[in-house]
């Protein structure tokens, strides 16, 4: 299962203030973590909403509206992707997070949609070694 | 620069409404020609806040608080990340894209951060761990 | 929260800490089995207290102290009988156990205790089948029930195979170690087999359809990038794990509306997973810079699907440099099945005819006898040559052959239809 974990904004981020060292090594230590767990496919903190735009669509029309934008506690201000093999995996990691704002904050957790398609790919491309360690496993099966 | 471009929830999309078969046709089109031109870097759709969770930080408590969430207009229903030149042109690309949703909406363009954004707070060491975990989750540094 | 709830939490935090649990035990214990007991035992205690106290600050040292609590009570208990025995005169084994220094020994350096575990689950005195069992339940911590339906053998049967696995290892008395030298590369060759065979269990479904075969997929994937940050100078791992990133980007696109195959290059790309792919190439760039001018066969299949993730249309693969990379790979990795792979690059760049020649070159191979791609590419040679009535014939070849229902299918339309351009010919 694939999960995008999203980590509000506050007045702070929304301020553009930066971490402090302390807490930007803990959040280092804790990615690496995530790394070594082999869950994290990618992960990044976004600039404040004073340097992003919105774009409205309506119909045909689409209105460009710049930034800043109000509702600070329920912009983004980072996100990670894991992989995790189930609900109860993607919150314990979370619950391991570094608190990541000065203050009081929140970390979203959402499914990500996933198209369980895993058939037979019918092409001889790229199996070679697949055939070749069936074989062995056959051969070894005892 | 690299950009996170969200896809705003509706009343529509939180409440688990499938697209049209035409709007997914579209969607397709769409994502063909993002990556063709080479600016794709990743995106995926959100299956609705009920499904959803958030754990709520406070000095060292962790309080884990259930979906569904109130604000619909502010929650993501879908994202890419993508590699363009500058806002503008992140801005051209999303003014291409068919109307994600049935009604009226919104998509947001955020651009991310680059280690070299934090300066001067930056030790070595951190800047070390930072670029090794970027390289290793394939990421452009 | 309910307590059904703390169970839960409580019961995922000993799956994240599990490998690394049983790794540190196993170096205390040397028994797979044993350690496997052992964290069990550290589990029921932590059900018994953490609702109470709440999870620990650090869930990981607090599991390691309640299991090494277990073993010492366990080695003072085996003592005490030992004592009993020899006072009644009984012959004892062992008499030499002393007292081991627990304490001493789980604060020694523990280097790498999980990068140990996955050679020991991996060892060559273990039959393939044992090593991709024991590797999921130690290190995937899936069931003996999932992995059993993962490889479609009744669970008794798996418990079996699993039990075994571990007598092997105790019987055969292999050290809990991180090999060296030459002997860390056949180690290391043997652990990417496992990890790229769990990988195409979930991948080529060749039978049947079940939820546990994605997962297996997933599983591989986290485990070579657990083992890319374990051994990170090894090009060979990150080769590995480019592939199969790579190969998983596709996953989403390989299948039709009605659940039909598609094939590589008809495949939509807009539905290729671009996160998978930008790891993959990062992957594959890393195991480049390692390798050098000595590419093993995963970095060298990594770069092969490197060339489709790169091609942005079908009409842009690099079929030369495809022809090319596959005849780097039989020089040092001969097999029938690359030789196959070969050709159908080179009719790719050069056109069906010259690709048929080096197909009909492996008409008797014998290891390829049974092996319904040979008889497939023959036909779809064949078919582009015009020669429509033998390419039915190798259709209906392969279709008899394939072990998948849907391949199967798809080969005897192609009968049909190769049939239908002879008759009106």
Request: aromatic letters at 6%.
């Given at each position: 299962m694939r999960f995008m974990i999203i980590v509000k904004a506050t007045k702070d981020s929304e301020a553009g203030l930066m971490p402090s060292t302390e807490l930007l090594a803990a959040m280092g230590a804790y990615n690496e973590e995530l790394v070594k767990a082999g869950i994290m496919l990618a992960g990044d903190g976004l600039h404040p909403s004073t340097k992003g735009a919105r774009i409205r669509f309506d119909g045909e029309k689409r209105a460009v509206v710049d930034g800043?934008?109000?509702?600070?506690?329920?912009?983004?201000?980072?996100?990670?992707?894991?992989?995790?093999?189930?609900?109860?995996?993607?919150?314990?990691?979370?619950?391991?997070?570094?608190n990541p704002m000065t203050g009081p904050s929140e970390i979203e957790i959402r499914q990500i949609f996933e198209a369980e398609d895993f058939g037979a790919e019918f092409t001889p491309e790229l199996r070679a070694q697949e055939e070749r360690v069936w074989a062995e496993a056959k051969k070894n099966a005892g | 620069m690299r950009f996170m471009v969200m896809v705003k929830a509706t009343t529509d999309s939180e409440a688990g409404a499938q697209p049209t078969q035409e709007l997914l046709d579209a969607m397709m089109a769409y994502n063909e020609e993002?990556?063709?031109?080479?600016?794709?870097?990743?995106?995926?759709?959100?299956?609705?806040?009920?499904?959803?969770?958030?754990?709520?930080?406070?000095?060292?408590?962790?309080?884990?608080?259930?979906?569904?969430?109130?604000?619909?207009?502010?929650?993501?229903?879908?994202?890419?990340?993508?590699?363009?030149?500058?806002?503008?042109?992140?801005?051209?690309?999303?003014?291409?894209?068919?109307?994600?949703?049935p009604g009226p909406s919104e998509i947001e363009i955020r651009p991310l951060y680059e280690l070299a954004d934090f300066g001067e707070i930056v030790t070595p060491e951190t800047a070390a761990t930072w670029d090794r975990l970027k390289t290793e989750i394939g990421d452009k540094s | 929260m309910s307590a059904s709830d703390a169970h839960r939490a409580i019961e995922t935090v000993f799956r994240i800490e599990a490998p690394k649990l049983i790794g540190g035990?196993?170096?205390?214990?040397?028994?797979?089995?044993?350690?496997?007991?052992?964290?069990?035992?550290?589990?029921?205690?932590?059900?018994?207290?953490?609702?109470?106290?709440?999870?620990?600050?650090?869930?990981?040292?607090?599991?390691?102290?309640?299991?090494?609590?277990?073993?010492?009570?366990?080695?003072?208990?085996?003592?005490?009988?030992?004592?009993?025995h020899e006072e009644l005169g009984h012959d004892s084994e062992t008499d030499a156990l002393a007292m081991p220094d627990l304490d001493a020994a789980l604060d020694d350096e523990v280097g790498d205790d999980l990068l140990r575990l996955i050679f020991i689950a991996c060892h060559p005195v273990l039959s393939t089948e044992a090593r991709l069992a024991l590797t999921l339940r130690l290190l995937g911590g899936l069931t003996t029930?999932?992995?059993?339906?993962?490889?479609?053998?009744?669970?008794?049967?798996?418990?079996?195979?699993?039990?075994?696995?571990?007598?092997?290892?105790?019987?055969?008395?292999?050290?809990?170690?991180?090999?060296?030298?030459?002997?860390?590369?056949?180690?290391?060759?043997?652990?990417?087999?496992?990890?790229?065979?769990?990988?195409?269990?979930?991948?080529?479904?060749?039978?049947?359809?079940?939820?546990?075969?994605?997962?297996?997929?997933?599983?591989?994937?986290?485990?070579?990038?657990?083992?890319?940050?374990?051994?990170?100078?090894?090009?060979?791992?990150?080769?590995?794990?480019?592939?199969?990133?790579?190969?998983?980007?596709?996953?989403?696109?390989?299948?039709?509306?009605?659940?039909?195959?598609?094939?590589?290059?008809?495949?939509?790309?807009?539905?290729?997973?671009?996160?998978?792919?930008?790891?993959?190439?990062?992957?594959?760039?890393?195991?480049?810079?390692?390798?050098?001018?000595?590419p093993g066969p995963y970095l060298l299949q990594a770069a092969l699907a490197a060339c489709h993730a790169r091609a942005r249309t079908a009409e842009e693969t690099d079929w030369r440099r495809i022809a090319a990379l596959y005849a780097v790979l039989a020089a040092i990795n001969p097999s029938p099945i690359v030789e196959l792979n070969r050709a159908v690059a080179v009719s790719m760049a050069e056109g069906p005819a010259a690709g048929l020649v080096l197909v009909e070159a492996l008409a008797d191979e014998p290891a390829l006898r049974g092996y319904h791609l040979l008889p497939s590419v023959h036909g779809d040679l064949l078919a582009k040559l015009g020669r429509h009535g033998e390419a039915a014939a190798a259709f209906d070849r392969a279709a008899s052959l394939t072990r998948n229902a849907k391949e199967r299918a798809l080969l005897e339309e192609r009968a049909a239809t190769a049939r239908g351009a002879a008759a009106t010919g």
């Open positions: 800043p934008f109000a509702e600070t506690k329920e912009l983004i201000a980072g996100f990670w992707i894991w992989q995790c093999k189930s609900w109860d995996e993607a919150i314990e990691w979370v619950k391991r997070c570094p | 993002l990556v063709k031109a080479g600016i794709m870097k990743g995106g995926d759709g959100l299956q609705p806040s009920s499904k959803g969770a958030r754990v709520q930080f406070d000095g060292a408590k962790r309080s884990v608080v259930d979906g569904p969430f109130a604000e619909t207009k502010e929650l993501v229903a879908g994202f890419w990340l993508w590699e363009c030149k500058s806002l503008d042109e992140a801005i051209a690309w999303v003014k291409r894209c068919p109307n994600p949703m | 035990l196993v170096r205390l214990t040397r028994d797979i089995g044993r350690a496997e007991e052992l964290a069990q035992d550290a589990l029921v205690a932590a059900l018994a207290q953490w609702p109470q106290d709440g999870v620990p600050r650090n869930p990981g040292a607090w599991l390691m102290q309640a299991a090494k609590h277990r073993a010492i009570d366990a080695l003072r208990r085996d003592k005490l009988l030992q004592r009993k029930e999932e992995i059993a339906r993962a490889f479609l053998v009744p669970e008794p049967t798996m418990a079996q195979r699993l039990v075994r696995a571990k007598k092997a290892l105790a019987d055969a008395r292999v050290p809990f170690e991180v090999p060296h030298g030459v002997e860390l590369a056949q180690r290391l060759a043997s652990v990417l087999e496992v990890v790229y065979l769990i990988f195409n269990e979930g991948y080529a479904a060749t039978a049947g359809h079940d939820w546990v075969r994605p997962a297996l997929c997933e599983e591989a994937m986290r485990l070579g990038r657990i083992l890319a940050e374990r051994a990170p100078l090894e090009p060979e791992v990150h080769g590995l794990v480019a592939l199969m990133e790579l190969q998983a980007s596709r996953l989403r696109a390989r299948l039709g509306p009605d659940g039909e195959p598609i094939l590589l290059l008809d495949q939509n790309r807009a539905r290729w997973d671009q996160l998978l792919i930008g790891r993959g190439l990062k992957a594959l760039e890393r195991a480049q810079r390692l390798a050098g001018a000595a």
